[in-house]
């Protein structure tokens, strides 16, 4: 661990053969020593994004087993489910956090004045990147590091994602503690520590977003089949390796 902890942090992008040491040696930590290197080496420039998915959940409480305190924000699309906020607001008093809601630079209404009526229906990759990748990555500007609940059987994107990684897209250190995790330790974790989740979950709901493009999965269907349904999209634009579209 003396690479991780000795070396200054980091403005650019390092020599790829440090990153090569780094992306070896985090595949051996358990998601408990990632998040107690990244909160002991970037302090209050790192800070984890959820959007309180379960695997978000998850990445919450052991984030809190590690550090008092740590920053939090979510990406609030505006669009989100009455359930999500409802699980927030308990997220926030089970762990006294604050979190640090984002939000697009234009309101509903000004979206539909500008750009029309549900443009998620007629470019859903426009709609995410008004309302998440924009908002997300003037997030991350003012950051050193994110944390994301990611793991890498959800998407072919997410497939090689590093347990900790250089983020080309944003321009700074990518952590994702879980990427190595399967569905089923997901839920065991969330069982055996009696977190508190989505309700939707309950109701075929295995990923959750906006409401306009979020539905039930049916049996036998992926996990994300709900997302962008009827559309070869699986992706928001976050986590994908996709140029940035415009500014602000």
């Given at each position: 661990?003396?690479?991780?902890?000795?070396?200054?942090?980091?403005?650019d992008?390092?020599p790829?053969e440090?990153?090569?040491?780094?992306?070896?040696?985090?595949?051996?930590?358990?998601?408990?020593?990632?998040?107690?290197?990244?909160?002991?080496?970037?302090?209050?420039?790192?800070?984890?994004?959820?959007?309180?998915?379960?695997?978000?959940?998850?990445?919450i409480?052991?984030?809190?087993?590690?550090?008092?305190?740590?920053?939090?924000?979510?990406?609030?699309?505006?669009f989100?489910?009455?359930?999500?906020?409802?699980?927030?607001?308990?997220?926030?008093?089970?762990?006294?956090?604050?979190?640090?809601?984002?939000?697009?630079?234009?309101?509903p209404?000004?979206?539909?004045?500008?750009?029309?009526?549900?443009?998620?229906?007629?470019?859903?990759?426009?709609?995410?990147?008004?309302?998440?990748?924009?908002?997300?990555?003037?997030?991350?500007?003012?950051?050193?590091?994110?944390?994301?609940?990611?793991?890498?059987?959800q998407?072919?994107?997410?497939?090689?994602?590093?347990k900790?990684?250089?983020?080309?897209?944003?321009?700074?250190?990518?952590?994702?503690?879980?990427?190595?995790?399967?569905?089923?330790?997901?839920w065991?974790?969330?069982?055996?520590?009696?977190l508190?989740?989505?309700?939707?979950?309950?109701?075929?709901?295995?990923?959750?977003?906006c409401?306009?493009?979020?539905?039930?999965?049916?049996?036998?269907?992926?996990?994300?089949?709900?997302?962008?349904?009827?559309?070869?999209k699986?992706?928001?634009?976050?986590?994908?390796?996709?140029?940035?579209?415009g500014?602000?």
């Amino acid at each position: 661990m003396d690479w991780f902890e000795t070396t200054e942090d980091r403005t650019d992008s390092p020599p790829q053969e440090s990153w090569a040491r780094v992306n070896r040696a985090a595949e051996k930590w358990s998601a408990r020593q990632i998040l107690r290197w990244a909160f002991q080496k970037y302090k209050t420039n790192v800070a984890v994004a959820s959007a309180f998915g379960a695997e978000g959940v998850v990445v919450i409480d052991i984030a809190a087993q590690v550090c008092r305190t740590f920053r939090l924000f979510c990406v609030d699309t505006q669009f989100l489910f009455p359930q999500t906020y409802e699980l927030a607001a308990r997220l926030e008093q089970r762990y006294c956090l604050r979190i640090e809601w984002v939000y697009p630079t234009l309101s509903p209404d000004q979206q539909e004045m500008i750009h029309g009526s549900q443009l998620w229906r007629r470019s859903a990759d426009a709609c995410c990147n008004l309302r998440k990748t924009r908002p997300l990555a003037r997030k991350l500007g003012e950051l050193s590091a994110w944390v994301t609940a990611i793991r890498r059987e959800q998407t072919s994107a997410r497939s090689k994602a590093a347990k900790v990684a250089w983020d080309e897209k944003f321009g700074l250190v990518k952590i994702n503690p879980i990427a190595d995790w399967t569905t089923a330790m997901v839920w065991d974790y969330i069982r055996r520590h009696h977190l508190p989740y989505n309700s939707l979950h309950d109701s075929n709901y295995p990923s959750i977003g906006c409401t306009h493009c979020t539905r039930p999965i049916e049996p036998g269907e992926e996990l994300r089949a709900g997302r962008w349904s009827g559309l070869r999209k699986n992706e928001c634009g976050m986590h994908d390796s996709n140029p940035l579209e415009g500014s602000n």
